[in-house]
Structure formats: structure tokens, C-alpha cells
């Protein structure tokens, strides 16, 4: 009997070869100005190698305002598109395809760049848990970026890319639109659900309108927002549900979006994305320095983190948000299912996912049609491979330590659970490093 973890899955304008796809993964692989490097393209091979049947790539920004942090790559500007092609054309070799995800980060950054000191956003209040702090978009504002989002999908698609993602999920500025937590306009984009979807559609008629009906298009969205998972953000309310993501995703399908990508949590991060078994407080205490010195909350994070006794109740606060370690797997299917039984396209789910039998199960029982997975492919580049020559689990799995997600703001992205290595610093580092080899003039 056939395997359905690699049948091909076929959306409106494409086919992948199997049904898992690399979750998008963000790293400061590039340069400060935005442009991209030999690193990035040494990072997607790895999971284009690896077997999985795409790579969905990570937060791309579409206009200067809307970057996070400095040294991802950028496509806001005609310029970036020879690099943006030399990596689809890398993935390609490997038969994987390259969907590239558009972003804007609204409010919620991570280190501001010399640019843009403010962001901007839906409201003007700061975003919670920093502190940074932004400028409510006039309308002209918003008109500038549905186009930004409209030229980023027609500059990946002349890069020859297999198609685009909004990023709609995780706290930044699609959410920031759509959430009943943070919008908090009274204008025509503001108040109703019907009001807080019209940035995003507006946006996905904007694309169609520039890059036609035949070229891929999806979203990704935390179907429920957990918005007051924290004691900084329980003001904010809890946010969307997943009801009324039900009906932003049948909107956003009427508006002509080929499939959903279905995530949790509307910051980034949130206890529940990427879900922790741990969080090690003592290392977030050096490497949020960077994020904590550009925000208004720096003397209670720094406060927060720099303090066992206080570290250890925000640790345990944060996992108490989060799921148990037992359940970290598929967390989102219940979800994706709701999604997945209200509209006509493919639904992908992300979070935890790396068990062959899990994924099976989850696609036959018709909860999603494909998963992505973003640490643990970080853990195990090649688990498609593994599957494929009939493991169900990794020897050694993803412990969802979240040690990746916290060293990531100051460090190169990679594994940086040390007992995965035989607790062999060096193998650990050595591995991270890899991602720095080959290099044009090396
Ligand atoms: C270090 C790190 C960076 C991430 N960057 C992004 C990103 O750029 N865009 C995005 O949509 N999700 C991002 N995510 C979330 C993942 O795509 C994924 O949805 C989430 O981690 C759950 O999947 P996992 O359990 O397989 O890691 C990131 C996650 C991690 C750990
Ligand atoms: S550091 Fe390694 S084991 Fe820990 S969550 Fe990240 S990829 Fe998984």
C-alpha cells in the first residue's frame, strides 16, 4: 500500500513531491542591509538534502519598515531577485520546492535596525512584552504596504520561486490587523471581524492583481491566538478564536488563496510556538540583551532574566502557558481540522511534528493534508530520509529544549542541544558552524 507521507500533494498551481515541508526558520544568515548571502543558501540545502518536499523560507520582509532584525534577507527591492533566484534554483537541484514567505513585522521586532527606529502597526500602543514601540498606519500607510506585499510576490515569482506565504501568524503585522486582541481601530480596518480581515484580503487581491491566478499563494495564521497566555499581555484579551479564523480562512480562499498554513499564538514567541519542554532563562538573560536595550521594558526583562529567583517563576509561568512536553506534538491539529472541514484547499499544520506514524495518522484521520516542521528538521535535517527508510523517530529526536530559539538573536541558528551530541561540545558547535561552509572564497 502506497505511503502517504510521500504521495505527491497538489495545490491550485503546484505539486510537492511528499507531505512535509520545511516550517519557515529564521536566522541572521544575511547582511546587515538586507541582502543575501552564501550562508542562507548553505542553510536551505540542508533541508532540501534532507528529502522534505518543500522549504517554505523564513521571514522575509517586503518593505524596510516591516524588517525585525537586521541581516535576514530582504525582498523590497528589484535588486534582490538574482539572490532569491540563485536559491530557488539550489533548492530545485534537489527536486524540493521554494515558497518564499512575505512578512512585515509591524510592532513586533526583535532589534530595530538604524533605519527605522519605530515600527508601525494596526494600533499605537507597544507591543507587550518588549516595549517597542510604534506609529498607528494612516490609510496611505496601509496602501504602501498591500502594495509592498503585491511587488515582494511578484519579485519572487520573476526569481522563479514556486509561489508565496503571507505571514498572517505568530504577532506580526497581519496579525496585528486581524486580532481582536490588538486592533484596536475604529476605522473601516478596524472593529468587526469582516473590518480586521480587510488588510490581509486586500493584500491577497493586490498579489492576484500583479501576479494572476496562476502562480501559488498561502497563509499562514495562528488559528487561535492565546493572546493572554502571559501575565504582560493578559490585558490585551485573549484574541481571535478559532471559529473566527474559520472564517478568515474561507475569505482569504474566496479571495484566491491556495492553501492554509495553520500555527498558534499571536506573539513570537508564545508559549505555545514553538512549544517548550524547557526554557533556560539563564542563556535568555545573555542573549536578550540585544532585544531588551532597543525596547521601553528593558529594566523588567533584564530584571526578569538576570535573577534566579525571578527567572525561575517566569520559566515556569511560560511553560505553564505552554502544553505539556507529551503533547507538544501535533498541538495545533485540533485546529487545522476545524480549518481543514470549512474550506475547499490543502491545509498544512505546524508544531511539534516528528514522527512518521503521528504524520500518518494525522493526514489519513483528515486533520491536515501535510505538516511542516521548522526544530525538529533543525535537529534532524534529514528525518524525510530517516522516514523514508522506514523509522518512525529519530534516534535522537528534537528534545524541544527551545535552546535554538534562544541563542538565535545573538548566535548562528543550529541544534544547540548539547546532550543530542554525546554532550560533546565541540561535535555541538561543529554543526553549527557547518552552515558557514562551502563560502564562494573560501
Ligand atoms: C528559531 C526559530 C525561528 C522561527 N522563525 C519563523 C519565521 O521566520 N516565520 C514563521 O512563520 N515561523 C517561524 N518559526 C516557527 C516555526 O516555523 C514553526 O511553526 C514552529 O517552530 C513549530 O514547529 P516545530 O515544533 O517543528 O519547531 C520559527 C521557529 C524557531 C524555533
Ligand atoms: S536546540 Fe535542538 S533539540 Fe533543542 S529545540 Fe532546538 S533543535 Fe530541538
Redesign the pocket.
Known amino acids: 500500500m502506497p505511503d502517504v507521507l510521500f504521495e505527491p500533494l497538489s495545490f491550485r498551481n503546484l505539486t510537492v513531491k511528499n507531505r512535509v515541508f520545511r516550517?519557515?526558520?529564521?536566522?541572521r544568515f544575511d547582511n546587515y542591509d538586507g541582502t543575501g548571502t552564501q550562508t542562507r543558501i548553505n542553510w536551505e540545502l540542508k533541508f532540501a538534502e534532507g528529502g522534505v518536499g518543500a522549504i517554505?523560507?523564513?521571514?522575509v520582509p517586503v518593505h524596510p519598515r516591516g524588517r525585525i532584525i537586521p541581516n535576514?534577507a530582504t525582498v523590497y527591492d528589484d535588486d534582490r531577485i538574482p539572490f532569491w533566484r540563485a536559491v530557488g534554483e539550489a533548492v530545485h537541484r534537489y527536486d524540493c520546492r521554494y515558497i518564499m514567505?512575505l512578512?512585515h513585522g509591524g510592532r513586533q521586532r526583535d532589534v530595530p535596525d538604524l533605519q527605522y527606529a519605530k515600527g508601525q502597526s494596526s494600533t499605537s500602543k507597544k507591543d507587550p512584552l518588549h516595549g517597542f514601540e510604534c506609529d498607528r498606519m494612516t490609510i496611505g500607510d496601509i496602501r504602501e504596504v498591500v502594495a509592498a506585499f503585491a511587488d515582494g510576490a511578484r519579485r519572487a515569482r520573476e526569481a522563479g520561486l514556486d509561489g508565496v506565504?503571507l505571514?498572517g501568524?505568530?504577532g506580526?503585522l497581519i496579525t496585528q490587523f486581524l486580532s481582536s486582541a490588538i486592533n484596536d481601530r475604529t476605522d473601516e480596518y478596524g472593529g468587526s471581524l469582516e473590518n480586521r480581515a480587510r488588510f490581509v484580503l486586500e493584500i491577497v487581491r493586490a498579489i492576484r492583481t500583479k501576479v494572476g491566478r496562476d502562480f501559488h499563494l498561502q497563509m499562514?495564521i495562528s488559528a487561535t491566538e492565546h493572546a493572554d497566555a502571559l501575565i504582560f499581555t493578559k490585558l490585551e484579551g485573549p484574541g481571535n478564536t478559532v471559529e473566527e479564523s474559520v472564517q478568515v480562512c474561507k475569505w482569504l480562499v474566496e479571495a484566491g488563496v491556495d492553501a492554509i498554513?495553520v500555527?498558534t499564538g499571536n506573539s513570537?514567541?508564545h508559549p505555545r510556538?514553538?512549544?517548550g519542554a524547557d526554557l533556560d532563562v539563564q542563556l535568555l538573560g545573555h542573549t536578550y540583551e540585544q532585544l531588551a536595550s532597543s525596547g521601553t521594558n528593558t529594566f523588567r526583562n533584564l530584571l526578569l532574566f538576570h535573577n534566579d529567583l525571578t527567572g525561575a517563576i517566569f520559566r515556569k509561568a511560560w511553560l505553564d502557558a505552554g502544553v505539556p512536553a507529551n503533547q507538544?506534538?501535533g498541538?495545533s491539529l485540533s485546529d487545522a481540522a476545524q480549518i481543514k472541514a470549512a474550506v475547499s484547499v490543502p491545509v498544512i499544520c505546524?508544531?511539534?511534528?516528528?514522527t512518521a506514524s503521528v504524520i500518518r495518522n494525522a493526514i489519513t484521520s483528515g486533520q491536515c493534508d501535510a505538516v511542516?516542521?521548522?526544530?525538529?528538521?533543525?535537529a534532524n535535517n534529514d528525518l524525510v530520509k530517516q522516514f523514508a527508510a522506514g523509522r518512525d523517530r529519530a534516534e535522537r529526536p528534537?528534545t524541544?529544549c527551545?535552546k535554538?530559539?534562544v541563542?538565535?538573536v545573538e548566535h548562528p541558528?543550529g541544534c544547540y542541544e548539547v546532550s543530542r551530541f554525546d554532550n560533546n561540545e565541540a561535535a555541538m558547535l561543529e554543526q553549527v558552524m557547518s552552515v558557514y561552509r562551502p563560502q564562494p572564497f573560501a
Not at 505546524?350 to 516528528?354: E, K, L, R, Y
Not at 511542516?372 to 533543525?378: C, F, I, K, P
Open positions: 516550517s519557515n526558520i529564521s536566522g517554505i523560507s523564513s521571514f535576514y514567505q512578512s506565504e505571514h501568524a505568530n506580526y499562514k498554513h500555527s513570537f514567541p510556538n514553538p512549544a507538544i506534538e498541538l505546524t508544531g511539534g511534528f516528528q511542516s516542521m521548522a526544530r525538529t528538521l533543525v528534537c524541544y527551545n535554538c530559539l541563542h538565535v541558528l
